[in-house]
């Protein structure tokens, strides 16, 4: 038990004023920090709490930096345009301004879950009146996890808009089992709400990107390349280093690869928002624009992701076309519908818009001539495909064939 808790423990049995006379008389107790001048050097002091302490590195940077291809200041515009746009998004900003984000991240001694795996770095960042704040917390042995929360939990006010990289799956689940363990001696998590950009970077760049790791998002989203960078896969291996030998030349390239991970999640955060609130797509790829659409209509907002369906040209018009009428179709716009379904019916090899034909000119206009004629185009668009799936292959053959059975006994009547 820590000489604090004894002291709240002896409390109980005292008056207030014998209380107050012994803890008085009670000093922290001095505990020496390895190479504390080299922390000192890498902007980093030591946080004591209980005759044990946590490592809390604090950096600026001025909102003018330019991280790759976007400066930081850019973050205002992005949230004022949010704030001006009154559709929902789960990337909007709407209601906040830009310090009420923080872009977080962690470095954990695995990547699995559970009680196994611990979290020996929080970093976030912040934009703050006088720049960018960087606030790292640095545990510097498996018994200092208490000093290393609470001077997290300390400095934050609210996590209701955390900023992540996949930390929706991993690092907040991580964080909470690490303070369910520690809940007695550290303040209670605030409440947390979540920008996982992981998802974005998916739905906009998975089809053009082989993988959507941050590094690579980084480079050929955001224009920044890292220079001598760890690899996060060592990061484990350098922090057990650490323990054995606390120098933090060991651990120095780990806190630079989570300061440049922080950062990046603020640009990151600008160009995501740009490609959603580029209505005129001058910005856009031709996927970026078509996934733009695609997200919006998922949210919910269908009258946005028709217009930039619209707008979509290039590799993904016939998808995007084939979306609007989708649209058409549920706001009851059928004739718009229509002329989307017969203009790609003529054009295209898309057996599926000829497959609306048949079902509209059956079941709205009851003319079979005209459905069994798109619903005999259909099958033959589809047979010409040459499917390779067998066994969805005959499913849909034997669904075209009893289309095209009821439609012949409809027009024979």
Known sequence: M???AKLNRMKKHMNLSEADEVEAKVEQPTVDVPHLQKWKELHAHP???????????????????QHGRYVFQELENVVERWNNHHRAHPLSSKHLTPSDLLFFD???????????????LLGYSQYTENGISINQYFLPGPGAEVP????????????????????KAFDWPQVKTRHTLIREQVPKLPQFGHFDLLH???????????????????????????????????????????????????IEGVLKHNEEDILSLITL????????????????????????????????EEDHA???????IGRYEKEAKKALARIYKKQDQIHKSINIWLSLSQNTNDEDCDIELAKYYEHKVKDYEKALYYALSAYQKWKEK????????????????????????????
């Not at 290393?148 to 930390?167: H, I, R, S």
């Open 2 to 4: 820590s000489l604090k």
């Open 47 to 65: 946080y004591f709490l209980d005759g044990d302490y946590a490592l809390v590195r604090k950096k600026q940077y001025p909102t003018s930096y």
């Open 106 to 120: 962690t470095e954990t001694t695995g990547l699995g879950g559970g009680v196994g795996n611990t979290i020996f």
């Open 148 to 167: 290393m929360y609470k001077a997290f939990l300390d400095d934050v006010n609210e996590l209701k808009n955390l900023v992540t990289y996949n930390g």
């Open 200 to 250: 974005g970077a998916r739905r906009f760049w998975k089809n053009e990107m082989e993988s959507v790791r941050l590094a690579n998002v980084e480079e050929q989203q955001l224009g920044f390349e890292r220079k001598e960078d760890i690899p996060g896969y060592l990061a484990p291996m350098l922090y057990f280093e650490f323990v054995k030998d606390p120098d933090p030349e060991l």
């Open 269 to 300: 955060y600008i160009r995501m928002s740009h490609l959603l609130l580029d209505v005129e797509g001058k910005s856009l790829s031709a996927e970026e624009q078509y996934q733009s659409a695609r997200w919006w209509e998922a949210v919910g």
């Open 306 to 312: 028709a217009v930039l369906y619209a707008k979509t």
């Open 386 to 413: 040459k499917r390779i799936l067998k066994d969805k292959e005959e499913n849909e053959r034997l669904m075209y064939m009893k289309r095209i059975e009821r439609l012949e006994q409809k027009e024979a009547r």
